[in-house]
């Protein structure tokens, strides 16, 4: 039997992570995205993110308040988690026209209380607005904050830079 996952209230990713996840929602506009989040636990209080995969929404033709992540896509990522330190975390998916806070119907689906629900809002085909973190227990909704991450390769950056202005100056 696996352990229980611990229930942090901050999530962490990078600004590429939410970039992506913000980019996916306004491609998709007016259908909501939908994607799946990949990460290792940090510290009691916080997940990772260290992968955001985008999936199709099997509900995207149907209505644009409405998204279902392909099950196939779903138990293959699991699958090639198996054995390694990253988990299947959460997902993410998008409000069109509407605010990043869960909706009956998402409160409906949250039958999952340790996965994190990211939602982004979409303002129009344009522009991604707010983009927010939650768990959802199928009663409640739980905020989560989200903390954003200097990318290990982008600090190398900056300390190279800032490395390199010394030694000219």
């Known amino acids: 039997m696996t352990p229980p996952i611990p229930m942090p209230q901050i999530l962490s990713l990078t600004q590429n992570h939410l970039d992506r996840m913000r980019a996916a929602a306004v491609a998709a506009y007016p259908a909501e995205c939908c994607g799946l989040l990949v990460g290792v636990l940090e510290t009691k209080a916080q997940w990772r993110v260290t992968h955001v995969v985008p999936t199709y929404n099997l509900r995207a033709e149907e209505r644009n308040d409405r998204f279902a992540i392909d099950p196939v896509t779903h138990l293959a990522l699991r699958r090639?988690?198996?054995g390694r330190p990253e988990h299947m975390i959460g997902h993410y998916h998008s409000h069109p026209n509407g605010q990043a806070y869960p909706s009956a119907k998402d409160l409906a689906m949250g039958f999952e209380p340790e996965l994190f629900w990211v939602i982004v809002a979409v303002n129009g085909k344009r522009h991604?607005?707010?983009?927010?973190?939650?768990?959802?227990?199928g009663k409640a909704v739980h905020s989560v904050s989200i903390q954003i991450r200097i990318a290990t390769s982008e600090l190398q950056n900056?300390?190279?830079?800032?490395?390199?202005?010394?030694k000219v100056g």
């Open 128 to 137: 991604a607005g707010a983009t927010e973190a939650y768990r959802l227990d």
């Open 158 to 166: 900056r300390l190279l830079h800032s490395h390199a202005r010394q």
């Open 80 to 82: 090639c988690l198996r």
